[in-house]
């Protein structure tokens, strides 16, 4: 009786351990749902109405093209554009879809981002770990949480993911048509932002780094043809702005320089840490060191927010990228760990060039020390590949040690993604209540019409006598596109 009993337990142990990938990845998928369904009591904040009001506008077929191909303020993105018009169609202005398709597009990439780690540790469990680690990550959650801003995003991911993958594939294989779909899957992604053109440098790294076979020259040729076409889209980004003032590349060359050799040290620290968390601590830690209240002013003040923010915090993060470095050079004197030196390496290197792809950006100049954390979506997959490499390795490849050691890593970034969370739902219950107030009253405009609000608070950071409504683009445009269903507008 009990010899069967003790089979029987053994049979259980052994089914789940067969199956703790599919456990754990359902889990996953659980956690992300539950984590950030409470979005779906929130409401569009920024961009979301400008592309809206360009959505409503389209009359006709040349219009949905022009739109589509042609006009564009920044970046050159026709597949997001497509995407954008097609959910506005459908949609309209109902939140609560876009929101829930927003989690869903993130639960696909994490399930790729999961595919593509495993092929590259042939390990499951370090490929779940690097999973867990970026799916639950507070660095990269604007990527998610800000719809419609987030189809560039996951866009682009997907399919530079996609194409990661089948390079993998083809490096295994060595059969030329995985190396088209590898590059042709680039190119798309491409279409939906550019945050993949650091993919250019990427594949050919894998395969130095990765591939057993040498590459065929005729491979090269056909290689470089397909990377010249996405150079020729990465350029068509720059025809189709009325401005190139507003490029990065056209900003002051020091600045431009200083932007693209920190962007990657800055890009890591920050998916490392959630950087609100990071300027917290900082200025914590700051405003109790007096001897630095001469060049930094009194804490509290808005110049030494500004020396924290602007200063410290890049000398911080240097010593994050430092730290790292340090750590896979200190792996790497053990030659039982070259292979997992190597992922470390590569996952330093995915982060940095895809971090420094953002000096480039449209729209922004100067020198930048906060990435936005939507652009940290992709850097963190090397990060979160880098961080389990050597947590591998400085625990001597002991897994049940390692995920002791991230379980409270894993638990501050649901806590820091839940409490960003709860803010933004707050306000945008204020903002959806306003604008439902006002049409609630005035549900039909007269063709002349002025509206005039006033805010009683204040928002964003801004002092507490700076009252201000909560609308980040413009609240004209907001009641444009709100009205629009039931205007006709000219």
Request: net charge positive; aromatic share 16%.
């Amino acid at each position: 009786m009990n010899g069967n009993l003790f089979k029987k337990s053994l049979n259980i142990v052994y089914s789940i351990k067969k199956h703790i990938t599919v456990f754990w990845l359902c889990a996953i998928v659980i956690v992300i749902f539950l984590l950030y369904k409470p979005l779906c009591n929130a409401f569009f904040q920024q961009d979301e109405w400008a592309a809206f009001g360009f959505a409503a506008n389209l009359r006709n077929i040349f219009d949905i093209l022009r739109y589509i191909f042609v006009y564009k303020s920044g970046h050159y993105a026709p597949f997001s554009s497509l995407v954008t018009f097609l959910l506005y169609s459908y949609f309209g202005l109902h939140f609560e879809t876009y929101m829930v398709l927003s989690i869903i597009l993130h639960i696909f990439v994490v399930l790729l981002v999961y595919k593509f780690v495993k092929q590259l540790f042939q390990d499951s469990v370090l490929a779940l770990c690097a999973m867990t680690l970026f799916a639950l990550n507070a660095s990269h959650h604007q990527a998610t949480s800000w719809v419609l801003a987030n189809i560039p995003s996951h866009g682009a991911t997907i399919f530079g993911l996609l194409s990661l993958i089948t390079f993998q594939n083809y490096m295994k294989q060595m059969k030329i048509k995985l190396f088209f779909v590898s590059i042709i899957f680039m190119i798309v992604s491409l279409t939906f932002k550019e945050t993949t053109l650091g993919f250019i440098i990427i594949l050919p790294l894998m395969y130095i780094l990765y591939a057993k076979k040498p590459l065929k020259i005729s491979y090269i040729y056909t290689g470089i043809i397909l990377l010249v076409s996405a150079g020729v889209v990465f350029l068509s980004w720059f025809s189709q702005t009325s401005n190139l003032q507003n490029f990065g590349i056209l900003q002051k060359p020091q600045q431009f320089i200083f932007n693209i050799v920190t962007f990657p040290i800055n890009g890591i620290s920050q998916s490392i840490v959630y950087y609100p968390k990071l300027i917290e601590f900082y200025k914590t830690v700051f405003s109790n060191i007096p001897m630095l209240h001469t060049f930094s002013g009194k804490p509290g003040t808005m110049p030494f927010d500004m020396f924290v923010e602007k200063r410290m915090m890049i000398m911080m993060n240097v010593v994050f990228f430092t730290i790292l470095g340090g750590l896979t050079a200190y792996c790497a004197r053990i030659k039982t760990n070259k292979r997992y030196v190597l992922h470390a390496l590569f996952g330093l290197l995915f982060a940095g060039i895809n971090s420094a792809i953002y000096a480039f950006s449209p729209e922004r100049t100067g020198i930048i020390v906060l990435i936005d954390s939507r652009n940290l979506y992709i850097p963190s997959i090397g990060v979160m590949l880098c961080l389990v490499s050597l947590l591998y390795m400085l625990t001597k490849k002991n897994y049940k040690l390692m995920l002791i050691l991230l379980m409270p890593y894993v638990f501050f970034n649901m806590l820091w993604i839940n409490q960003t969370f709860s803010k933004s739902i707050e306000i945008g219950r204020i903002r959806k209540q306003i604008l439902q107030q006002i049409i609630n009253e005035y549900p039909d405009l007269p063709d002349k019409v002025i509206i005039y609000a006033q805010s009683d608070s204040s928002y964003y950071g801004l002092p507490a006598t700076d009252k201000i409504l909560p609308y980040q683009s413009g609240f004209g445009q907001t009641l444009l596109v709100w009205y629009a269903k039931n205007e006709n507008w000219p």
